[in-house]
T-cell receptor, first 113, second 112 residues
Framework: DTAVSQTPKYLVTQMGNDKSIKCEQN?????MYWYKQDSKKFLKIMFS???????INETVPNRFSPKSPDKAHLNLHINSLELGDSAVYFC????????????FGSGTRLTVV | SQQGEEDPQALSIQEGENATMNCSYK?????LQWYRQNSGRGLVHLIL?????REKHSGRLRVTLDTSKKSSSLLITASRAADTASYFC????????????FGKGTKLTVNP
């Protein structure tokens, strides 16, 4: 049973397109996150939701919009994709905000051409 | 902004040897966590140490925390080829926003 699952695993798309990445967790966790890992392996938080409420919104272009229909799902929509958006995007969840270990998904490798 | 800084950036050892990775951070923390990332995979949580703890063990892992020096170390004893991965420390700051901030990671290679 996959704890945190992301789809798709790979995404290759052209500049200017709009794409979505989906994330689901079956752990009953209250908090979910999106992280971006760049080519140098640096991980940076983008967003965090607690029980469907946005609690962390880092300095991310407003082309990125998270949506949490329920506490088990956190999707990431990206408009007008740019070359610099190419990265691996990780979804994660935790029982409560920050206090416990995170469970990560396996990542979505986004390549913008 | 980046909080943790791992040292060394890369470490290559022989199977059976011990591997030590260090992490330094800048602000007061609530807890510090270590994660492992195998190539092309997601991160796996290894161990969490709270600010009032000094040492913690889990199997072949030993983590220490020195809040006065704002540093932590991860020791992997009797390393195996399967331990080859990148290891990241991550800190949760005291007060302020509750976000886990990751360092740049140490790439560990264990040669058989």
């Amino acid at each position: 049973d996959t704890a945190v699952s992301q789809t798709p695993k790979y995404l290759v798309t052209q500049m200017g397109n709009d794409k979505s990445i989906k994330c689901e967790q079956n752990l009953g966790h209250d908090t979910m996150y999106w992280y971006k890992q760049d080519s140098k392996k640096f991980l940076k938080i983008m967003f965090s939701y607690n029980n469907k409420e946005l609690i962390i919104n880092e300095t991310v272009p407003n082309r990125f919009s998270p949506k949490s229909p329920d506490k088990a799902h956190l999707n990431l929509h990206i408009n007008s994709l740019e070359l610099g958006d190419s990265a691996v995007y990780f979804c994660a969840s935790s029982k409560r905000t920050g206090g416990d270990g995170y469970t990560f998904g396996s990542g979505t490798r986004l390549t913008v051409v | 902004s980046q909080q943790g800084e791992e040292d060394p950036q890369a470490l290559s050892i022989q199977e059976g040897e011990n591997a030590t990775m260090n992490c330094s951070y800048k602000t007061s923390i609530n807890n510090l966590q270590w994660y492992r990332q195998n190539s092309g995979r997601g991160l796996v949580h290894l161990i969490l140490i709270r600010s009032n703890e000094r040492e913690k063990h889990s199997g072949r892992l030993r983590v220490t925390l020195d809040t006065s020096k704002k540093s932590s170390s991860l020791l992997i004893t009797a390393s195996r080829a399967a331990d080859t991965a990148s290891y990241f420390c991550a800190t949760l700051s005291q007060g302020g926003s509750e976000k886990l901030v990751f360092g740049k990671g140490t790439k560990l290679t264990v040669n058989p």
